[in-house]
């Protein structure tokens, strides 16, 4: 792996931002009452309320919820800093807790970037084919001005939200999507209690038997996507969590409906090409991953072209 000097001077893609971790209460920022809102103020304990509440039934998780999620109303939420920094969105590490008692779990935030960031990066090809309906919102989009940027950061993470909550319910293996409120989503954590984060695949270094153990994982998971008709758009090895044997894909928010988007193919492609390369160059054995074969397998399975023959190394579920 490149070191982080030269890593920085190449082409960085979509989320390839160097991690930050927290642990314990590190670095933790307190968040500021909202304008006039005096129930923000005599809190318990933690920085805000609950936000359970604010969120319609179609923006909060699957059901069933699962039995660790605090959905209480007189939870609180405290912010115990930041886990991951990013050029569109930032993660931040909240404790959901209900004062009193020994009710509270452990939530990822993730916060898109809205009317101060620039633009999204390369969210033209991904929302190819997508548009809003109101004119004016899409001349916004269009443009980049200030409103157009927070209706995409908006988007971003319904976006996101959305394809959670598909894939959730599909059994692939993504964190589940807690709740979506305007540009911030919450997700779970995926790490120790005490706050210690996942590492991203890429930080990580499995020896021969677990690096073939995650390769397996992470074939019978794109193939399952492919089977949906969806590429993840931006496919590896930093975008893919670690944890306790377990990969995790996470950062969806430009899921790509091959189908629909007239550069589906390539999208499967480019997600076949970057982790079969990342495998191949940790010394995969036994199982030869190739781009190619890769690329084959999941448009196959995706329904885009036939192929011939079943490549070997690639197990179907």
């Known amino acids: 792996m ?19 971790f927290v642990k314990r209460a590190r670095h933790r920022r307190s968040l500021p009452p909202e304008p006039g809102d005096d129930s923000a103020f005599g809190l318990p304990e933690g920085d805000r309320w609950s936000t359970w509440d604010q969120s319609a039934p179609t923006e909060r998780g699957p059901r069933p919820y699962p ?9 609180v939420d405290t912010e115990l800093g930041i886990l991951k920094t990013g050029k569109e969105a930032d993660v931040f590490l909240i404790r959901r807790g209900v004062p009193g008692t020994e009710r509270s779990c452990l939530l ?15 969210d ?5 084919g997508l548009r809003v309906r109101e004119s004016r919102m899409n001349r916004a989009i269009a443009n980049r001005s200030a409103a157009g940027r927070s209706m995409i950061a908006i988007q971003w993470a319904g976006a996101e939200f959305a394809a959670l909550g598909e894939l959730h319910r599909e059994g692939l293996p ?18 120790d209690p005490d706050g210690t984060a996942a590492p991203r695949l890429a930080e990580t270094r499995p020896d021969g038997p677990e690096l073939a153990r995650l390769w397996a994982q992470l ?34 928010p430009q899921l790509v409906d091959v189908v629909a988007n007239p ?8 997600d076949a090409a970057n982790v079969a ?21 999941l448009r196959a399975e995706a329904r885009l072209q036939p192929v011939a023959t079943q490549p070997q190394g690639y197990p179907r579920r």
């Open 219 to 252: 074939v019978q998971a794109l193939i399952a996507l492919a089977r949906l008709g969806y590429a993840h758009g931006d496919m590896s090895a930093y975008n893919l969590l670690v944890w306790r044997g377990q990969l995790y894909i996470i950062d969806v």
């Open 108 to 122: 990822a935030a993730k916060r898109y970037r809205a009317a101060e960031h620039k633009m999204f990066q390369r």
């Open 263 to 270: 550069r589906g193919g390539q999208f499967l492609d480019r």
């Open 67 to 75: 039995p660790w999620l605090v959905t209480e109303l007189a939870a």
């Open 174 to 191: 993504v964190p589940y999507p807690v709740q979506v409120l305007g540009t911030e989503v919450l997700l779970e954590f995926i790490g």
């Open 2 to 20: 490149p070191s982080s000097a030269s890593y920085r001077r190449g082409k960085r893609r979509f989320d390839d931002d160097d991690p930050s």
């Open 277 to 297: 390369g990342w495998f191949a160059r940790r010394g995969l054995a036994g199982v030869s991953p190739d781009p190619a074969a890769l690329a084959g397998l």
């Open 124 to 128: 033209t090809e991904y929302l190819e």
